[in-house]
């Protein structure tokens, strides 16, 4: 069984910071790519950020500069750093391990950013 729990959504002011936290199980982070996405009401889920197993990244355009994504094998963790956080961060966040050979694609529940003053 995989389980995805993600923490560390909430309520923040523009330009303020979170981070989000992603623990997922032992027996497949550490061979699984690992991303963020995001999902506003009314809108297309999007790509955030990702990770893979050696730690390349990658990001969206607009959060390049501002969101830092890292994985920490030990824990099983995968983080989001966000800062200088926007309205148009808000969004429900979920947290994805992937891995295109085994096809298998697991999703967290998903943690609500709200950006707002």
């Known amino acids: 069984q995989v389980q995805l729990v993600e923490s560390g959504g909430g309520l923040v002011q523009p330009g303020g910071s979170l981070r989000l936290s992603c623990a997922a199980s032992?027996?497949?982070?550490?061979?699984?790519?690992m991303g963020w996405y995001r999902q506003a009401p009314g809108k297309q889920r999007e790509l955030v950020a990702a990770i893979t197993s050696d730690g390349s990244t990658n990001y969206a355009d607009s959060v390049k500069g501002r969101f830092t994504i890292s994985r920490d094998n030990a824990k099983n963790t995968v983080y989001l750093q966000m800062n200088s956080l926007k309205p148009e961060d808000t969004a429900v966040y979920y947290c994805?391990?992937?891995?295109?050979?085994?096809?298998?694609?697991?999703w967290g529940q998903g943690t609500q950013v709200t950006v707002s003053s």
């Open positions: 994805n391990a992937a891995n295109g050979f085994l096809k298998y694609d697991y």
């Open positions: 032992r027996s497949i982070f550490r061979l699984s790519a």
